[in-house]
């Protein structure tokens, strides 16, 4: 059994300088397209997030660690503008690629570290992130900024991996959790101040893992409303 604080979303080992997922993420982008399982999950994400809901003809959307911009691609349509950011300029510039080759004018690519660069307040309808948030430090410090840049009725919806994910990354350089325990990221979502948290499960892969085995990865949505 996982001990008590595992999954929390709180690093623990000490991990200063440079973040390797600058490089990781640089080296990855012409090729993220190319898996199968990758886009279907997107996929699914976007369906689960568009079934609750959240995606407003009107909304000013947030994707947090876009890539190349396999959810904000899947839910531009329902959305006024959806504002893509990753911390990856190789990823971002394939996104803008990406877009000019389906002309869509409404989702603007922007190169940022979430973790350093401040977000807008109240200003989005929604905020979305896929895959990304197991890769930032303080997680709770994220949700905390999500719900400031929200707008009141606003969303947060967020995709990652379930605990324990260890052998999930061939590389885990850069991956600073490895997946979270569902109930206590909806208690740091309660704790930020959402109201009506909820967890649901998207997909599962079966991986090969370091030790020879094979190992069975779920991905979960959670999402919950600034009040
Ligand atoms: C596993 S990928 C997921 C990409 C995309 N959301 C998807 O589902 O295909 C994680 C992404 O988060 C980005 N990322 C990691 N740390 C970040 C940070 N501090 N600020 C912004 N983006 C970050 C990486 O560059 C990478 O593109």
Redesign the pocket.
Known sequence: MASPHAGDGVLRSTDAGE?P??A??NSRAKE?DQAPD?VS??QM?AERILEQGLVHPHGEVL??????G??SLEIQSQALRVTA????PR?VEALKEKCAQQSVTNVEPVV?????EPLPGGKYHLIV????LH??RDTYALLQRCFDALRPGGALAVADLDWDASGYHKDDS?VVHPGFERHNLADQFSRAGFSGVKATTVSEEVRSVPDGDEKRFTTFLIWGTRP
């Open positions: 973040n997922n600058l990781r993420f993220w990758r999950r997107a994400i994707d947090i660690g876009c890539g190349t396999l959810l950011l990753d911390l990856a990823m940022a570290d979430v973790e350093r992130s896929s895959m990304t890769h930032l850069g």
